[in-house]
């Protein structure tokens, strides 16, 4: 029929850690439909994170939790004006944005950033996976590119706290 929503599909947990979030997240760094390359990625950077002495899976889950945003603004045209109307976020689209905000902060960080937090120089310091872990392991500190991301966000709605009476 036409007009309805997509029914929501059920995602296989990941194979390693069991867990519908790591299998969403992989699914996300995925390019091109090559699914084990972006999987080998995740679980490389999951074995650097492991390496430091921390538990991957509560890294991970807790970078995640922090760097989900509670609020947002979302465009809303009135009489001709568009307003940033703030809106709350519901939690599908929380985790959404935080893998999103995640996934866009490794891949933009460059290496001269990356050679000051890693003692350690060896070939894969330049891979993805390396970023990725750095990166996982800053969120959960509530540091990085993406919480300063959701900070943003959620100045933006602060910002515009005027209009929440435009929401609909």
């Known amino acids: 029929?036409?007009?309805?929503?997509?029914?929501?599909?059920?995602?296989?947990?990941?194979?390693?850690?069991?867990?519908?979030?790591?299998?969403?997240?992989?699914?996300?760094?995925?390019?091109?439909?090559k699914k084990s390359i972006a999987q080998a990625q995740v679980y490389k950077a999951m074995e650097e994170?492991?390496?430091?002495?921390?538990?991957?899976?509560?890294?991970?889950?807790?970078?995640?939790?922090?760097?989900?945003?509670k609020m947002e603004?979302?465009?809303?045209?009135?009489?001709?004006?568009?307003?940033?109307?703030?809106?709350?976020v519901r939690g599908d689209r929380k985790e959404a944005l935080a893998i999103r905000w995640i996934i866009t902060a490794a891949r933009g960080k460059s290496n001269e950033s990356l050679r000051a937090s890693s003692a350690?120089?060896?070939?894969?310091?330049?891979?993805?996976?390396?970023?990725?872990?750095?990166?996982?392991?800053?969120?959960?500190?509530?540091?990085?590119?993406?919480?300063k991301k959701k900070e943003d966000t959620l100045r933006m709605a602060e910002a515009n706290k005027a209009f929440a009476h435009f929401r609909w």
């Open 73 to 88: 603004v979302r465009p809303r045209r009135v009489g001709g004006a568009s307003y940033q109307v703030p809106t709350e």
């Open 1 to 33: 029929m036409r007009g309805q929503r997509a029914p929501k599909r059920n995602l296989l947990p990941d194979p390693i850690y069991n867990s519908r979030l790591l299998s969403r997240f992989i699914n996300k760094v995925m390019f091109d439909g």
């Open 49 to 69: 994170i492991e390496k430091k002495g921390k538990n991957p899976l509560s890294v991970f889950e807790a970078a995640i939790a922090n760097v989900a945003p």
């Open 120 to 147: 350690a120089q060896n070939k894969d310091f330049y891979k993805f996976s390396h970023k990725l872990a750095v990166e996982l392991m800053a969120a959960a500190e509530n540091t990085g590119s993406a919480i």
